[in-house]
């Protein structure tokens, strides 16, 4: 009963088509990883050319067994000296066939780990073309899995199938020549019943692919849970969710077993299928060569037969090997149709025939903006906003506002819909993103940080930047001091995600890079949400100092942060509901002034 219940869930799966998703039928991808070859054919000829010679030497290795047979059939008629020779001649074809063999395996894993880096290359430069949109709405352990695991997978195809086919064709061609020119009767036996391994495995690959593809976005999909928790493995335990985790893990772990045992299990009948076959052809040609050497021993000797069993073996060895392999065959297809989705994603509108944005005097308009990520509801509606050189911009207001989708808008990490920004009277859109980008000094609530010394985080936008600049930034930062407490001071390693350090160490080396970079104009994204309030308050000095002169966006839930501002900019479901200085705001008693009240007015006495 569960035997019947697996096979009609298998039968489902099949059926199963996945929407949304781009197809790439075999020859697509065939004529796709073609060219990523094609770069390294100096790799390829010569592989070809050492199994050719491999496998010729393979061919003629029946022909000396079968001649040392005949020498030693005969009664009282041992012919030592034809034996001695065809020994010899034997030992040197099994070190040619070892030799060549070595030299092809050796080209093939050339031509593949080379084709591979530059697959992984142009997916990660893709990874860099792309809109901040599609790292945003992917799981970005999917998108490591691709980019690693099935980068692999591709390369084991390659190296477990390529030389393998071309061997396997050469030996059937040749062994084909071999049979005919033995006995055409026999010859024409095996060829009858060849079809029948053909059918076979065709018939069990045709229903393994499709597993072998669920089998990889499944994999897919626990390499993004995986990352996913074991990055947030301390919230995860603040909230008691191992049990959930757990749940969940297990679930798409289920779901990667089902879809692995169909893919294992019909590749894994593939090959005893096909061996069955086999010898069924093996048994027939026995049968036949031995009827026929009984009936003419000198047209057709013991020898002869012994050859003829060797090729019908080798004959249908080929089929038995590449049936043998079709696990990773269809791995590899599987796994490149997902590399393949990566490369083919659509790119960021090219700006390399688009003018930089030369000299930035900090001034930046919005008229009439409109956006939205998810188009049937719209978040940001008809913004306007002027902004003067060295003025400082403060946006507050509830979460979810809009206030960091405006900062999006304002980098051109996202296109507006409807309306237009510029900076200096250029239109962003009309600029190269770099360039405007290059404007801006970004310190956002959430720190990265990467893995390398503290010297290098810190001069992460300004790579030239000397030792002693270095320096001065961490001290107008204030994290000076800490870094020299640490083992190596500036050549600390900082682990991946500045794990080792706190947070709020992590966002003083944020403020710090962004000092050091001294951008024309800066914004700042809760920039000391993380940081004491003693820090702080030494913190908003050195922005007052760094800011004097330039153009500020400060988006802040803590009031106090931003009261100097000269405009604020209060915003609720994406508009802006009201603007003007502190005092003005105050004095208006509206929805800023309640903000500023629910902050700072005296906690209720308790009953």
């Known amino acids: 009963m569960k035997k019947q219940l697996f096979m009609s869930y298998?039968?489902?799966?099949?059926?199963?088509?996945?929407?949304?998703?781009?197809?790439?039928?075999p020859i697509v991808c065939l004529k796709r990883l073609w060219g990523f070859l094609r770069p390294y054919w100096g790799w390829l000829l010569p592989a070809l050319l050492f199994t050719l010679i491999q496998t010729a030497a393979t061919l003629y290795i029946p022909v000396v067994i079968g001649d040392a047979v005949d020498a030693i059939v005969g009664v009282n008629d041992t012919d030592f000296a034809k034996i001695t020779a065809s020994a010899r001649l034997l030992a040197g074809l099994i070190f040619v066939v070892f030799a060549f063999r070595f030299f092809s395996?050796?080209?093939?894993?050339?031509?593949?780990?080379?084709?591979?880096?530059?697959?992984?290359?142009?997916?990660?430069?893709?990874?860099?073309?792309?809109?901040?949109?599609?790292?945003?709405?992917?799981?970005?352990?999917?998108?490591?899995?691709?980019?690693?695991?099935d980068a692999d997978m591709i390369s084991d195809g390659l190296i477990q199938g390529f030389t393998q086919l071309f061997a396997g064709v050469v030996t059937?061609?040749?062994?084909?020549?071999?049979?005919?020119?033995?006995?055409?009767?026999?010859?024409?036996?095996?060829?009858?019943?060849?079809?029948?391994?053909?059918?076979?495995?065709?018939?069990?690959?045709k229903r393994s692919h499709n597993m072998f593809r669920r089998q990889a976005e499944a994999r897919g999909k626990m390499s993004g849970l995986c990352e996913e928790l074991i990055g947030g493995q301390k919230v995860v335990k603040a909230f008691s969710y191992e049990e959930r985790a757990e749940e969940r893990f297990e679930q798409i772990n289920a779901e990667l077993q089902k879809y692995g045992v169909g893919a294992m299990f019909f590749s894994s009948i593939t090959n005893p299928s096909t061996r069955f076959v086999n010898g069924i052809v093996y048994a027939a040609v026995a049968v036949a060569g031995g009827l026929i050497v009984m009936a003419n021993p000198l047209a057709f000797t013991v020898g002869n037969l012994s050859s003829f069993l060797s090729y019908a073996n080798q004959y249908s060895k080929p089929f038995n090997e590449i049936t043998g392999v079709v696990t990773e065959l269809q791995a590899a297809f599987?796994?490149?149709?997902?590399?393949?989705?990566?490369?083919?994603?659509?790119?960021?509108?090219?700006?390399?025939?688009?003018?930089?944005?030369?000299?930035c005097d900090g001034t930046v308009t919005a008229e009439h903006v409109s956006f939205s990520y998810d188009k049937t509801r719209r978040l940001i509606r008809d913004f306007n906003i002027s902004v003067a050189n060295g003025q400082k911009i403060a946006i507050v207001g509830p979460t979810g506002c809009g206030k960091t989708t405006l900062i999006?808008?304002?980098?051109?990490?996202?296109?507006?819909?409807?309306?237009?920004?510029t900076v200096s009277g250029k239109a962003i859109d009309s600029v190269k993103r770099a360039s405007l980008r290059a404007c801006y000094g970004m310190v956002l609530q959430d720190s990265r940080l990467f893995y390398g010394t503290i010297a290098e985080n810190i001069a992460y936008g300004k790579e030239d930047a000397t030792l002693a600049e270095i320096e001065a930034a961490a001290k107008r930062a204030r994290i000076h001091r800490f870094i020299m407490t640490t083992k190596d001071g500036y050549n600390t390693l900082i682990s991946e995600d500045g794990a080792n350090i706190s947070a709020g160490q992590k966002q003083?080396?944020?403020?710090?890079?962004?000092?050091?970079?001294?951008?024309?104009?800066?914004?700042?994204?809760?920039?000391?949400?993380?940081?004491?309030?003693?820090?702080?308050?030494?913190?908003?000095?050195?922005?007052?100092?760094?800011?004097?002169?330039?153009t500020s966006f400060v988006i802040a839930h803590r009031l106090s942060t931003i009261m100097d501002a000269d405009v604020i900019l209060v915003m609720n479901d994406g508009d802006i509901i009201e603007s003007g200085a502190h005092a003005e705001l105050l004095a208006k008693n509206g929805f800023y002034a309640r903000l500023y009240n629910s902050q700072f007015a005296a906690p209720l006495e308790n009953p």
């Open 10 to 25: 298998l039968e489902k799966q099949n059926d199963v088509p996945d929407a949304g998703v781009k197809r790439y039928p």
């Open 172 to 205: 059937v061609a040749g062994t084909v020549v071999f049979m005919f020119a033995l006995n055409a009767l026999i010859a024409a036996i095996v060829a009858v019943l060849t079809p029948l391994s053909i059918f076979v495995a065709w018939f069990i690959a």
């Open 508 to 550: 003083l080396l944020c403020i710090a890079r962004v000092m050091l970079a001294m951008p024309p104009m800066l914004i700042l994204d809760e920039a000391t949400s993380s940081i004491d309030t003693r820090t702080e308050r030494r913190i908003t000095a050195a922005f007052a100092e760094m800011t004097e002169g330039r």
């Open 408 to 421: 999006n808008l304002l980098m051109r990490f996202y296109d507006p819909d409807g309306g237009r920004i």
């Open 334 to 359: 599987s796994s490149l149709r997902r590399c393949l989705q990566v490369v083919d994603e659509q790119e960021e509108p090219s700006d390399a025939d688009l003018p930089a944005l030369e000299k």
């Open 105 to 149: 395996t050796l080209c093939t894993n050339r031509l593949s780990f080379c084709a591979i880096r530059d697959l992984r290359n142009a997916m990660f430069d893709k990874l860099n073309a792309v809109p901040v949109s599609y790292i945003d709405t992917n799981s970005h352990g999917d998108i490591m899995s691709r980019i690693v695991n």
